[in-house]
Protein backbone atom coordinates (compact mmCIF):
# COMPACT_ATOMS: atom_id res chain seq x y z
CA UNK A 1 0.00 0.00 0.00
CA UNK A 2 1.23 3.60 -1.08
CA UNK A 3 2.13 5.41 1.95
CA UNK A 4 0.56 8.78 -0.25
CA UNK A 5 -3.15 7.94 -1.54
CA UNK A 6 -4.35 10.53 -4.10
CA UNK A 7 -7.96 10.25 -4.79
CA UNK A 8 -9.90 10.81 -7.69
CA UNK A 9 -6.72 9.65 -10.26
CA UNK A 10 -8.73 11.65 -13.10
CA UNK A 11 -11.39 14.11 -13.17
CA UNK A 12 -12.99 15.86 -15.92
CA UNK A 13 -15.03 19.18 -15.04
CA UNK A 14 -16.63 21.61 -16.86
CA UNK A 15 -15.60 25.39 -16.28
CA UNK A 16 -16.90 27.25 -13.18
CA UNK A 17 -16.94 23.84 -10.92
CA UNK A 18 -15.60 23.69 -7.86
CA UNK A 19 -12.87 21.21 -7.33
CA UNK A 20 -11.97 18.89 -4.96
CA UNK A 21 -8.65 16.80 -4.69
CA UNK A 22 -8.12 14.50 -1.92
CA UNK A 23 -4.98 13.40 -0.04
CA UNK A 24 -4.46 10.30 2.57
CA UNK A 25 -1.46 9.15 3.72
CA UNK A 26 -0.17 6.74 6.74
CA UNK A 27 2.74 8.13 8.01
CA UNK A 28 3.66 10.82 10.59
CA UNK A 29 4.54 13.52 9.00
CA UNK A 30 5.81 17.16 9.39
CA UNK A 31 4.23 18.70 6.45
CA UNK A 32 2.43 18.04 3.51
CA UNK A 33 2.85 19.57 0.03
CA UNK A 34 0.34 20.40 -2.76
CA UNK A 35 2.00 20.49 -6.51
CA UNK A 36 1.32 21.49 -9.89
CA UNK A 37 2.43 19.45 -12.53
CA UNK A 38 1.79 21.06 -16.47
CA UNK A 39 2.51 19.20 -19.82
CA UNK A 40 6.00 20.17 -19.96
CA UNK A 41 6.99 18.57 -16.77
CA UNK A 42 7.82 21.27 -14.99
CA UNK A 43 6.57 21.52 -10.92
CA UNK A 44 5.36 24.40 -8.83
CA UNK A 45 5.02 24.45 -5.31
CA UNK A 46 1.12 25.54 -4.30
CA UNK A 47 1.21 25.23 -0.84
CA UNK A 48 3.46 23.63 1.74
CA UNK A 49 1.07 22.82 5.57
CA UNK A 50 1.25 21.54 8.40
CA UNK A 51 -1.88 22.31 9.98
CA UNK A 52 -5.26 24.38 9.67
CA UNK A 53 -5.74 25.90 6.15
CA UNK A 54 -3.95 27.86 3.14
CA UNK A 55 -6.02 30.01 0.62
CA UNK A 56 -3.82 31.05 -2.46
CA UNK A 57 -6.23 33.14 -4.94
CA UNK A 58 -8.86 30.34 -5.94
CA UNK A 59 -7.14 27.74 -4.29
CA UNK A 60 -7.53 26.34 -1.11
CA UNK A 61 -6.06 24.03 0.64
CA UNK A 62 -7.05 21.99 4.39
CA UNK A 63 -5.22 19.47 6.14
CA UNK A 64 -6.51 17.28 9.59
CA UNK A 65 -3.68 15.80 11.33
CA UNK A 66 -5.97 13.79 13.33
CA UNK A 67 -7.25 12.17 10.51
CA UNK A 68 -4.28 12.35 8.40
CA UNK A 69 -5.63 13.45 5.42
CA UNK A 70 -5.95 16.47 2.96
CA UNK A 71 -8.04 18.22 0.58
CA UNK A 72 -6.85 20.98 -2.33
CA UNK A 73 -9.99 22.89 -3.61
CA UNK A 74 -10.06 25.34 -6.48
CA UNK A 75 -12.92 27.46 -6.79
CA UNK A 76 -14.57 28.44 -9.56
CA UNK A 77 -12.22 26.32 -11.99
CA UNK A 78 -10.54 27.48 -15.45
CA UNK A 79 -9.22 25.33 -18.69
CA UNK A 80 -6.13 26.92 -17.33
CA UNK A 81 -6.49 25.18 -14.08
CA UNK A 82 -5.68 21.61 -15.92
CA UNK A 83 -2.32 20.36 -14.67
CA UNK A 84 -1.75 16.93 -12.64
CA UNK A 85 -2.28 17.88 -9.20
CA UNK A 86 0.65 15.53 -6.85
CA UNK A 87 0.08 15.45 -3.05
CA UNK A 88 3.34 15.13 -1.36
CA UNK A 89 4.84 14.45 2.69
CA UNK A 90 7.62 15.01 4.34
CA UNK A 91 7.93 12.56 6.48
CA UNK A 92 9.12 13.32 10.51
CA UNK A 93 12.41 12.63 10.75
CA UNK A 94 13.22 11.83 7.19
CA UNK A 95 14.63 13.95 4.36
CA UNK A 96 13.21 13.99 0.88
CA UNK A 97 9.38 13.89 0.02
CA UNK A 98 7.23 10.76 -0.69
CA UNK A 99 4.45 11.64 -3.24
CA UNK A 100 1.09 10.58 -4.34
CA UNK A 101 0.68 9.37 -8.04
CA UNK A 102 -1.03 12.56 -8.62
CA UNK A 103 -4.41 13.44 -9.85
CA UNK A 104 -4.72 14.08 -13.68
CA UNK A 105 -7.28 17.17 -14.04
CA UNK A 106 -9.47 18.42 -16.86
CA UNK A 107 -11.26 21.45 -16.97
CA UNK A 108 -13.33 22.03 -20.23
CA UNK A 109 -14.49 25.29 -21.42
CA UNK B 1 16.58 35.69 -11.59
CA UNK B 2 16.65 33.09 -9.31
CA UNK B 3 15.51 29.70 -9.47
CA UNK B 4 16.69 26.11 -10.39
CA UNK B 5 18.14 25.06 -13.59
CA UNK B 6 18.18 21.74 -14.95
CA UNK B 7 20.27 21.05 -18.44
CA UNK B 8 19.67 19.67 -20.85
CA UNK B 9 15.66 19.07 -21.33
CA UNK B 10 16.24 15.99 -23.74
CA UNK B 11 19.04 13.46 -23.26
CA UNK B 12 19.52 10.41 -25.22
CA UNK B 13 22.63 8.03 -24.76
CA UNK B 14 22.79 4.67 -25.78
CA UNK B 15 22.70 1.97 -23.04
CA UNK B 16 25.80 0.90 -21.34
CA UNK B 17 26.93 4.77 -20.99
CA UNK B 18 27.31 6.55 -18.19
CA UNK B 19 25.01 10.42 -18.41
CA UNK B 20 25.21 13.25 -16.28
CA UNK B 21 22.25 15.34 -15.53
CA UNK B 22 22.63 19.22 -14.40
CA UNK B 23 21.09 21.25 -11.54
CA UNK B 24 22.58 24.43 -10.53
CA UNK B 25 20.48 26.46 -8.08
CA UNK B 26 20.96 30.62 -7.30
CA UNK B 27 18.29 30.46 -4.49
CA UNK B 28 21.48 30.12 -1.98
CA UNK B 29 19.83 27.10 -0.73
CA UNK B 30 21.71 24.58 1.26
CA UNK B 31 19.70 21.18 0.55
CA UNK B 32 18.97 19.96 -2.86
CA UNK B 33 17.19 16.52 -4.39
CA UNK B 34 16.99 14.39 -7.00
CA UNK B 35 13.79 12.89 -8.11
CA UNK B 36 12.83 10.20 -10.46
CA UNK B 37 8.98 10.00 -12.37
CA UNK B 38 8.10 7.29 -14.38
CA UNK B 39 4.43 7.27 -16.17
CA UNK B 40 1.98 5.82 -13.50
CA UNK B 41 3.81 6.44 -10.79
CA UNK B 42 4.70 9.24 -8.13
CA UNK B 43 8.14 10.82 -8.23
CA UNK B 44 10.72 8.96 -5.78
CA UNK B 45 13.80 10.41 -4.15
CA UNK B 46 16.86 8.93 -5.99
CA UNK B 47 19.71 11.25 -3.22
CA UNK B 48 19.55 14.63 -1.94
CA UNK B 49 22.36 16.80 -0.18
CA UNK B 50 21.84 18.97 3.14
CA UNK B 51 24.78 20.91 2.86
CA UNK B 52 28.23 20.91 0.59
CA UNK B 53 30.45 18.09 0.61
CA UNK B 54 27.43 15.81 2.01
CA UNK B 55 24.72 13.65 0.70
CA UNK B 56 22.70 10.61 1.38
CA UNK B 57 21.10 8.39 -0.32
CA UNK B 58 17.04 8.29 -1.09
CA UNK B 59 14.73 5.41 -2.23
CA UNK B 60 16.42 4.22 -5.70
CA UNK B 61 19.79 5.07 -5.17
CA UNK B 62 21.00 2.15 -6.92
CA UNK B 63 22.77 2.90 -10.19
CA UNK B 64 23.38 6.59 -9.32
CA UNK B 65 25.88 8.92 -7.80
CA UNK B 66 25.99 12.45 -7.34
CA UNK B 67 28.69 14.96 -5.95
CA UNK B 68 28.16 18.38 -4.02
CA UNK B 69 31.32 19.99 -4.01
CA UNK B 70 29.68 23.98 -4.79
CA UNK B 71 26.53 24.96 -2.58
CA UNK B 72 24.97 25.89 -6.00
CA UNK B 73 25.72 22.63 -7.84
CA UNK B 74 24.21 18.98 -7.80
CA UNK B 75 24.86 16.89 -10.48
CA UNK B 76 23.39 13.51 -10.92
CA UNK B 77 25.57 10.81 -12.76
CA UNK B 78 23.20 7.86 -14.09
CA UNK B 79 25.61 5.12 -14.85
CA UNK B 80 25.28 1.48 -16.71
CA UNK B 81 24.39 -0.24 -13.84
CA UNK B 82 21.07 1.30 -13.38
CA UNK B 83 18.56 -1.01 -15.46
CA UNK B 84 16.23 1.24 -16.16
CA UNK B 85 17.54 4.82 -16.93
CA UNK B 86 14.92 5.97 -18.83
CA UNK B 87 12.69 8.20 -17.18
CA UNK B 88 11.70 12.08 -16.01
CA UNK B 89 14.67 13.58 -14.01
CA UNK B 90 14.01 16.49 -11.55
CA UNK B 91 15.66 18.49 -9.21
CA UNK B 92 14.59 20.34 -6.37
CA UNK B 93 16.18 22.48 -3.46
CA UNK B 94 15.26 24.20 -0.43
CA UNK B 95 16.40 26.28 2.65
CA UNK B 96 16.73 23.17 4.44
CA UNK B 97 15.04 19.71 4.38
CA UNK B 98 11.80 21.27 6.22
CA UNK B 99 10.87 24.12 3.96
CA UNK B 100 9.73 24.55 0.94
CA UNK B 101 11.07 22.82 -2.38
CA UNK B 102 11.68 24.35 -5.59
CA UNK B 103 11.58 22.63 -8.51
CA UNK B 104 14.13 22.51 -11.85
CA UNK B 105 12.01 22.48 -15.32
CA UNK B 106 13.55 18.68 -15.12
CA UNK B 107 15.41 16.08 -17.59
CA UNK B 108 14.02 14.02 -19.53
CA UNK B 109 16.33 10.75 -20.34
CA UNK B 110 15.93 8.53 -23.19
CA UNK B 111 18.78 5.43 -23.10
CA UNK B 112 18.16 3.09 -25.87
Known amino acids: KNEVEQSPQNLTAQEGEFITINCSYS?????LHWLQQHPGGGIVSLFM???GKKKHGRLIATINIQEKHSSLHITASHPRDSAVYIC???????????FGKGTHLIIQP | DGGITQSPKYLFRKEGQNVTLSCEQN?????MYWYRQDPGQGLRLIYY???????QKGDIAEGYSVSREKKESFPLTVTSAQKNPTAFYLCASSTNSFNEQYFGPGTRLTVT
Open chain 2, 27 to 31: LNHDA
Open chain 1, 49 to 51: LSS
Open chain 1, 88 to 98: AVLRGGADGLT
Open chain 2, 49 to 55: SQIVNDF
Open chain 1, 27 to 31: VGISA
